[in-house]
């Protein structure tokens, strides 16, 4: 192959195809992101004043952080594969009047409250024989804390219709009236069986983990100010039925709710994201600001005052239905990272209704406490709780190794060695 790769052959090959890029899409973009260049600059982005290094806080609070991590084939068992998920909570306190800054609680105290951490969840199905969407809902009804389906389901469709629908009587006579028996349980809110892949399945195990783990944050005497997910707040709708493709969907509305009424401030960062031409974006706010600047940049919608951005008009999930992204930067040492919130309460706690220049002080007092919480110089400028539950919950792969070789000594102890658990093309030396 080596001496395929190393051609002039091979390099002309890629001189066409990033010309075509160039061609193609890079010019369509451009065009899409001058008509956005000027509202950008003058309207969305914005820079504030950090807290000072020796402030001390009127009230010290506490951050939550949950982060999830797992592998896809802990063991394959002929046609099944077994599943490993590991989630993480970490709390963390602000503590302004001693010198050992957003401290994380120690472990037995945060064990009393949501149980042993990190936590292990395991599945498995076939994948054959028809059992993907039985299994996984299984899966999902074990993991999840909240049992009672119905009133799983009913805050997305309190949100989602902006209160029309509060109940299930409140069904009637709309378009999801004839939906409701497919409401009331698990297995049937998992509307995309025919695409349950391994990954899929994968995906979907660990956002409900990780959603579990929050809810049990929210539930418990913890009462963070802010609660730190690990990814954005994206619901996948199901395009004919018009509610979630996938209960993580509900599951996510239900903790944006219980969020709300528990004063908690729920958000999702990613440092890896598709926001397009976050590059652009971060260029200009030096450019405006200096090279130093901490700035964020508001991610409107179509239901915002002025519309959406023309750059992701064709994203079908940015910004994520009934959430509000942001795109920020704390540290010009690393890429902008994404920032969701709820929607129905960052109308209720940040935008202000025709008044623009209120709305944009709330959202600077918002990154002032997020920035104030991203200060530790290993991971500066990325919230510390959420550092911190990474690493905790992060399989190494020392960590899959050691967990695949107890696997085995499980199964010997139980005489099971006769079923093939080698691992998928470990055979022919591939």
Same mark, same amino acid.
């Given at each position: 192959?080596?001496?395929?790769?190393?051609?002039?052959?091979?390099?002309?090959?890629?001189?066409?195809?990033?010309?075509?890029?160039?061609?193609?899409?890079?010019?369509?973009?451009?065009?899409?992101?001058?008509?956005?260049?000027?509202?950008?600059?003058?309207?969305?982005?914005?820079?504030?004043?950090?807290?000072?290094?020796?402030?001390?806080?009127?009230?010290?609070?506490?951050? #939550?952080? @949950? %982060?999830?991590?797992?592998?896809?084939?802990?063991?394959?068992?002929?046609?099944?594969?077994?599943?490993?998920?590991?989630?993480?909570?970490?709390?963390?306190?602000?503590?302004?009047?001693?010198?050992?800054?957003?401290?994380?609680?120690?472990?037995?105290?945060?064990?009393?409250?949501?149980? %042993?951490?990190?936590?292990?969840?395991?599945? /498995?199905?076939?994948?054959?024989?028809?059992? !993907?969407?039985?299994?996984?809902?299984?899966?999902?009804?074990?993991?999840?804390?909240?049992?009672? @389906? !119905?009133?799983?389901?009913?805050?997305?469709?309190?949100?989602?219709?902006?209160?029309?629908?509060?109940?299930?009587?409140?069904? !009637?006579?709309?378009?999801?009236?004839?939906?409701?028996?497919?409401?009331?349980?698990?297995?049937?809110?998992?509307?995309?069986?025919?695409?349950?892949?391994?990954?899929?399945?994968?995906?979907?195990?660990?956002?409900?983990?990780?959603? #579990?783990?929050?809810?049990?944050?929210?539930?418990?005497?913890?009462?963070?100010?802010?609660?730190?997910?690990?990814? !954005?707040?994206?619901?996948?709708?199901?395009?004919?039925?018009?509610?979630?493709?996938?209960?993580?969907?509900?599951?996510?509305?239900?903790?944006?709710?219980? #969020?709300?009424?528990?004063?908690?401030?729920?958000?999702?960062?990613?440092?890896?994201?598709?926001?397009?031409?976050?590059?652009? @974006?971060?260029?200009?706010?030096?450019?405006?600001?200096?090279?130093?600047?901490? /700035?964020?940049?508001?991610?409107?919608?179509?239901?915002?005052?002025?519309?959406?951005?023309?750059?992701?008009?064709?994203?079908?999930?940015?910004?994520?239905?009934?959430?509000?992204?942001?795109?920020?930067?704390?540290?010009?040492?690393?890429?902008?990272?994404?920032?969701?919130?709820?929607?129905? /309460?960052?109308?209720?706690? @940040?935008?202000?209704?025709?008044?623009?220049?209120?709305?944009?002080?709330?959202?600077?007092?918002?990154?002032?406490?997020?920035?104030?919480?991203?200060?530790?110089?290993? /991971?500066?400028?990325?919230?510390?709780?959420?550092?911190?539950?990474?690493?905790?919950?992060?399989?190494?792969?020392?960590?899959?190794?050691?967990?695949?070789?107890?696997?085995?000594?499980?199964?010997?102890?139980?005489?099971?060695?006769?079923?093939?658990?080698?691992?998928?093309?470990?055979?022919?030396?591939?």
């Amino acid at each position: 192959m080596l001496d395929k790769i190393l051609t002039e052959k091979f390099r002309r090959t890629l001189k066409m195809v990033f010309t075509d890029i160039q061609n193609q899409q890079d010019r369509r973009d451009e065009q899409e992101f001058a008509k956005d260049e000027t509202r950008i600059k003058e309207r969305l982005l914005d820079t504030f004043t950090p807290y000072p290094s020796d402030i001390v806080l009127e009230n010290d609070y506490r951050v #939550a952080a @949950i %982060d999830g991590s797992g592998t896809d084939s802990l063991m394959t068992l002929d046609d099944i594969r077994i599943h490993l998920v590991s989630t993480s909570i970490i709390v963390v306190d602000t503590n302004t009047r001693s010198e050992n800054l957003f401290s994380p609680i120690e472990r037995k105290a945060l064990e009393l409250e949501v149980g %042993d951490q990190p936590h292990i969840d395991i599945h /498995w199905h076939s994948g054959v024989r028809n059992d !993907a969407r039985d299994k996984l809902a299984e899966t999902l009804s074990n993991i999840y804390p909240l049992k009672d @389906i !119905a009133s799983l389901t009913l805050p997305f469709f309190q949100d989602f219709t902006r209160g029309k629908i509060t109940s299930f009587s409140d069904f !009637a006579e709309t378009e999801y009236e004839k939906h409701i028996p497919r409401l009331r349980e698990m297995e049937f809110l998992i509307s995309r069986e025919q695409l349950l892949t391994n990954p899929i399945v994968h995906e979907e195990i660990r956002k409900t983990s990780e959603y #579990a783990a929050a809810r049990k944050v929210l539930m418990s005497d913890i009462q963070p100010k802010y609660l730190l997910l690990d990814g !954005a707040l994206s619901v996948f709708m199901h395009f004919v039925r018009h509610y979630p493709s996938m209960p993580s969907g509900f599951l996510l509305r239900d903790l944006c709710t219980l #969020a709300r009424r528990k004063k908690t401030i729920l958000c999702a960062v990613s440092k890896n994201h598709t926001i397009p031409f976050a590059h652009r @974006i971060a260029g200009m706010a030096r450019d405006v600001f200096g090279d130093n600047a901490k /700035w964020f940049c508001h991610l409107p919608s179509s239901e915002d005052p002025e519309g959406g951005l023309h750059i992701y008009d064709d994203r079908t999930y940015i910004p994520p239905m009934l959430a509000v992204p942001y795109l920020y930067s704390f540290s010009r040492d690393n890429r902008p990272s994404r920032i969701d919130f709820d929607r129905v /309460w960052w109308l209720e706690n @940040i935008f202000v209704p025709g008044d623009p220049g209120a709305t944009r002080a709330n959202e600077k007092a918002l990154f002032a406490e997020l920035e104030f919480m991203s200060r530790d110089a290993r /991971w500066y400028g990325y919230p510390v709780a959420l550092a911190l539950a990474h690493e905790s919950c992060k399989l190494s792969y020392e960590d899959l190794r050691l967990a695949k070789e107890v696997c085995m000594d499980v199964r010997s102890e139980m005489n099971l060695e006769r079923r093939d658990a080698q691992p998928l093309r470990a055979d022919y030396d591939l």
